[in-house]
């Protein structure tokens, strides 16, 4: 659905975006991340058109966006992380505007405003002026300008910036339900948000694509080793130095108190391929203490993130 491919952005000397590539399949949840300056906003901003690139292709169901500007355009819904709000103007005289001038016709305007007020959460406040809104329902009128004329593509920067706990679960879910039927882009500094949204991440640092890959694969790219969460009931001396032994085991280490007689651990093993888990089951079964958890502990979406960035490193 979108095809980016040896884009470049340059100001004078500065090469903000640097020769990258991906793609986006159609009715797929993306997340695009980087640290502030990684050249995300810019990416996106030559992706919707807002600016043009220094050389590359950006096309959009097959339509260049060079030599099909509006073409592109009319199948992208953008939301920005400042939207270009009008606070003077009611929810409804708000969309109705932006309707107009994505040509929305007429005897469509009504039905389609209200099933997008309907699920950001708007329809009780449609009256009120912008001006008077949270920033979290100015968040929300962002959302929906962004759902005029039903586009294909949404790109959405920091979408849930502003709003509470309980507003990013239902954004989340607005989200969710939004991608059965489009394609999305969705750049976030919240992680944990973007792991549990997004099938697949993009991560860009200093102009170029650092990693790009399911968050699982990801984990699997950059950590090697095999790291599990015990719980074993048994004295906990004997059960570290019986552990220890265990052809395979890098180290262990005690990680408190589960309850009466039973503690908790973390192991480390020499890699992912040797897996212990059988051995390890074996010899607590031998010395008669109940393995009462076994959890394989994964990187998450903010250690991928770190060691990405951090460490320059590519997978």
């Excluded at 340059?10 to 793609?23: E, L, P, R, T, W």
């Excluded at 966006?65 to 953008?78: A, D, L, N």
Aim: glycine content about 8%; aromatic content about 6%.
């Amino acid at each position: 659905m979108i095809e980016i491919q040896n884009l470049t952005k340059k100001y004078g000397q500065i090469v903000a975006v640097n020769n990258i590539s991906f793609n986006v399949n159609k009715g797929e949840i993306v997340g695009f991340l980087g640290p502030n300056g990684a050249g995300k906003s810019t990416t996106m901003n030559i992706i919707t058109g807002y600016l043009p690139s220094t050389a590359g292709t950006v096309k959009v169901d097959g339509y260049d966006i060079m030599t099909h500007p509006s073409e592109v355009k009319k199948r992208i819904g953008y939301l920005p992380e400042a939207p270009p709000l009008y606070r003077d103007m009611t929810v409804t005289e708000y969309l109705k505007f932006v309707s107009n001038l994505n040509n929305v016709p007429k005897k469509n305007q009504k039905g389609q405003m209200a099933d997008i007020m309907e699920l950001v959460g708007l329809t009780d406040h449609r009256k009120r002026l912008i001006d008077n809104l949270s920033k979290g329902y100015r968040q929300r009128v962002g959302l929906a300008q962004a759902l005029i004329g039903n586009p294909e593509v949404l790109i959405l920067d920091e979408p849930t910036v502003g709003l509470d706990p309980k507003q990013i679960i239902e954004i989340r879910r607005v989200i969710k339900a939004l991608s059965q039927e489009r394609t999305i882009i969705l750049s976030s500094h919240i992680l944990p948000e973007v792991s549990a949204i997004c099938e697949r991440v993009v991560i860009i640092n200093k102009g170029i694509i650092a990693a790009e890959d399911t968050p699982e694969r990801l984990s699997m790219g950059l950590d090697q080793t095999l790291k599990l969460s015990l719980t074993i009931m048994g004295p906990k001396d004997k059960v570290i130095e019986t552990v220890k032994k265990i052809n395979g085991v890098k180290y262990m280490e005690e990680a408190g108190m589960a309850g009466e007689k039973s503690y908790k651990y973390i192991l480390e093993g020499i890699s992912e391929k040797n897996d212990i888990r059988e051995k390890l089951f074996y010899a607590m079964a031998e010395n008669g203490w109940p393995l009462l958890e076994v959890k394989s502990s994964v990187m998450t979406l903010e250690d991928i993130f770190i060691s990405v960035v951090t460490k320059g490193q590519e997978v």
